[in-house]
């Protein structure tokens, strides 16, 4: 908790710092996410054909084009000119982790597939599929799919998952409480889209400020923030329990202490 301005009449505090824990690693994970759905979700068709004067000479490569799409929208076509063979690339150091189908001519090597892990057997099938037409100069055409679906999704619900928690951090971070003794109100501002949402409480129905611990399923026990009312109710002053505790002990003595509890 961050006291952003205190004096004898005002105490203002936002929680900046559990904002930041939220804000920080929720923006990293969606990021992740948004990058890993573009290179890890696309689906690949390769399509190949020979015309008859390929057919007559075995040292003829067939016409070739790659297409692929993302989530059933066009990503990028690419044609392939002189395709000798597709292999497995297991990338340095990931042997028996994480594979992909490789596209071999004789310039350069061209991904098919994405990475997947483990190693199975559909991008085994894919390159023997593709090594077994191009071994045969009487099969006049290929068409060999790869489905990159299930990582899409994977990649999408991660992506939500870091926005979900770098929304929870931004609404934390708008957050301000503010002990005002001219007016005898403890107000909670939060900003939001719609506009402002402001709740206030008089002084005269807070009874103390203390720190709830709540055991979590785990065994561990997390805590926040609650003003008690006179009458005995509990008004959380954050949404969230957290693990840490001493920094909040800290906050509820600069309250008590403003408030003369």
């Not at 559990?18 to 992740?32: K, Q």
Request: net charge positive; charged share 20%.
């Amino acid at each position: 908790m961050k006291t952003t301005k205190a004096g004898t009449d005002i105490l203002c505090i936002q929680p900046v710092r559990e904002a930041m824990l939220l804000i920080i690693p929720g923006a990293m994970v969606a990021l992740m996410g948004l990058i890993a759905f573009p290179i890890f979700g696309q689906s690949a068709v390769l399509t190949c054909e020979r015309s008859e004067r390929n057919e007559r000479s075995r040292s003829a490569s067939p016409r070739c084009e790659l297409e692929r799409t993302l989530i059933g929208i066009p990503w990028s076509t690419t044609s392939i000119e002189g395709l000798q063979g597709a292999r497995i690339r297991t990338p340095r150091g990931a042997q028996g982790y994480v594979c992909r189908v490789m596209l071999v001519t004789a310039e350069r090597e061209v991904p098919f597939s994405g990475y997947r892990s483990p190693r199975g057997e559909e991008e085994e099938g894919i390159a023997e599929q593709i090594n077994a037409f191009l071994g045969d100069p009487n099969q006049a055409s290929l068409k060999v799919r790869y489905s990159g679906s299930a990582e899409a999704i994977l990649s999408a619900v991660l992506a939500l998952l870091g926005l979900l928690v770098l929304v929870t951090g931004l609404r934390t971070y708008s957050t301000t409480w503010t002990f005002d003794r001219r007016k005898g109100l403890f107000t909670h501002r939060q900003r939001r889209l719609l506009g402002p949402k402001v709740v206030t409480y008089p002084f005269d129905q807070i009874g103390d400020v203390t720190v709830s611990a709540f055991s979590a399923t785990s065994g561990s026990h997390v805590h926040r923030i609650v003003l008690r009312t006179i009458s005995g109710k509990e008004l959380p002053m954050t949404s969230r329990y957290y693990l840490w505790r001493d920094h909040l002990i800290q906050t509820v003595r600069t309250i008590r202490k403003f408030l003369e509890l």
